[in-house]
């Protein structure tokens, strides 16, 4: 996921930033060849998130579609659609103060196998504000010194839910302040433990693997000792040259590779609706 690709994929693909990230165009999503998902699936790997304009799409197509980048799951805390539990519908209502996905995080790292990619569908788009940030974790890895990637590849660290999805966090966030709903369960208060550098599977690339929603501390330290370096990991990831924004349009769907990249929603189209369906695709524990 260096910017500019030399490899042909037939598509319209127009990079966002010199980080990360393109633009796709010439694609619908409802009638593909193979040809089609396989350039799709290319240029996913090679740009890390990819926004494919001007599609319509239903719940159902929406699925159709995800399905073929791989196995579906359902959240285990956001509750998802009455009639498709693995769509979460991101709603932020007029009135809402609150966006949901706001802050850098990896989806669902606080699982023992996080989401490999996230394929999110925008059907209302607010005039003003609502994009969301991406960066690119292989760049985050590569631009570290060689002493600090030695001591972070003998490190793990410990990844929950707990502080982004229970009180005082969540509640102060989101309750009564969006129309996202949430399935409290034991998968909130639980701590799994992944590699801090993770070998992407497909690329073979190393990319630093925390987050600041989820990452609480490293093993076997405690949540004060590993802060320092924690801060500083959470600062150096997301650096501005690291990043690309996507700028939503109706129709838009953008699909991000959790596993070398971090996102985050941007809250600041209050007055105005948002209205985004995500569907995750499952991933294999990070190695
Ligand atoms: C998320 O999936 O974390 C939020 C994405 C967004 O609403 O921009």
């Known amino acids: 996921m260096t910017a500019m690709s030399e490899q042909s994929t037939g598509l319209d693909v127009r990079p966002l930033t010199g980080a990360m990230g393109a633009d796709v165009f010439g694609?619908?999503?409802?009638?593909?060849?193979?040809?089609?998902?396989?350039?799709?699936?290319?240029?996913?790997?090679?740009?890390?998130?990819?926004?494919?304009?001007?599609?319509?799409?239903?719940?159902?197509?929406?699925?159709?579609?995800?399905?073929?980048?791989?196995?579906?799951?359902?959240?285990?805390?956001?509750?998802g659609l009455d009639e498709h539990p693995e769509i979460i519908k991101i709603h932020k209502a007029t009135g809402d103060v609150a966006t949901f996905g706001v802050g850098w995080h990896s989806d669902n790292s606080f699982t023992p196998q996080p989401s490999l990619g996230s394929i999110v569908y925008a059907e209302k788009v607010p005039p003003v504000g609502g994009d969301t940030l991406f960066a690119n974790q292989y760049l985050a890895w590569e631009q570290l010194s060689g002493g600090m990637q030695r001591m972070l590849e003998g490190l793990r660290a410990v990844h929950s839910a707990k502080?982004?999805?229970?009180?005082?966090?969540?509640?102060?966030?989101?309750?009564?302040?969006?129309?996202?709903a949430y399935t409290h369960s034991d998968v909130v208060h639980a701590e799994v433990v992944h590699p801090v550098v993770r070998t992407h599977p497909e690329t073979g690339r190393k990319a630093i693997y925390v987050n600041p929603m989820f990452t609480v501390r490293f093993e076997d330290m405690t949540e004060d000792e590993s802060r320092p370096l924690l801060d500083f990991?959470?600062?150096?990831?997301?650096?501005?040259?690291?990043q690309?924004?996507?700028?939503?349009?109706?129709?838009?769907?953008?699909?991000?590779?959790?596993?070398?990249?971090?996102?985050?929603?941007?809250?600041?189209?209050q007055g105005f609706e948002r209205i985004l369906y995500r569907v995750t695709v499952r991933g294999n524990a990070p190695a």
């Open 27 to 79: 694609v619908d999503l409802t009638k593909l060849d193979g040809q089609t998902l396989v350039s799709i699936k290319r240029t996913f790997h090679e740009y890390g998130a990819i926004v494919i304009r001007n599609q319509s799409l239903t719940p159902a197509a929406l699925l159709e579609f995800a399905k073929k980048m791989g196995a579906i799951e359902v959240h285990p805390i956001v509750k």
């Open 244 to 269: 690309c924004r996507v700028r939503w349009q109706e129709g838009a769907v953008t699909l991000w590779d959790n596993r070398c990249v971090q996102h985050t929603a941007l809250n600041d189209c």
């Open 233 to 242: 990991l959470f600062r150096h990831c997301v650096r501005e040259d690291f």
């Open 163 to 180: 502080y982004a999805y229970t009180a005082p966090t969540a509640k102060d966030k989101y309750e009564g302040k969006t129309t996202i």
